[in-house]
């Protein structure tokens, strides 16, 4: 079972910026990707960025793309730098391993046979 341990989050103001890190305990799959969804109160879980195995490729939700950037550090630790907040972005991020995505648009059933970890809380303030 692979365990994914969040950590970055915490309260900023809107414009602020923000690094989440997420590392798992191993590989679910030899080229598993990565990534990170979110929900917020009341709303169902979005997703926000993808990034592969290798990270050569990756892909983000349209909400976030060009202030948010996803990166893999090595194969088990990823990021997401998260810049110029907006309160719209304050939620529970997830860090995702063993999502099935390599290349292009992600779909959500790249990620029906996932892992999660518990969450990390953002919350950005106007």
């Known amino acids: 079972q692979v365990q994914l341990v969040e950590s970055g989050g915490g309260l900023v103001q809107a414009g602020d910026s923000l690094r989440l890190s997420c590392t798992a305990s191993?590989?679910?799959?030899?080229?598993?990707?990565m990534g990170w969804f979110r929900q917020a109160p009341g709303k169902e879980r979005e997703f926000v960025a993808v990034i592969s195995w290798n990270g050569v490729d990756n892909d983000y939700s349209e909400s976030v793309m060009g202030r948010f950037t996803i990166s893999r550090d090595n194969a088990l630790t990823i990021a997401l730098q998260m810049n110029s907040l907006k309160p719209e972005d304050t939620a529970v991020y997830y860090c995702l391993a063993g999502i099935r995505y390599y290349r292009g648009r992600f779909s959500s059933t790249m990620a029906s046979s996932a892992d999660w970890g518990q969450g990390t809380q953002v919350t950005v303030s106007s």
């Open positions: 191993e590989r679910t799959s030899s080229r598993s990707a």
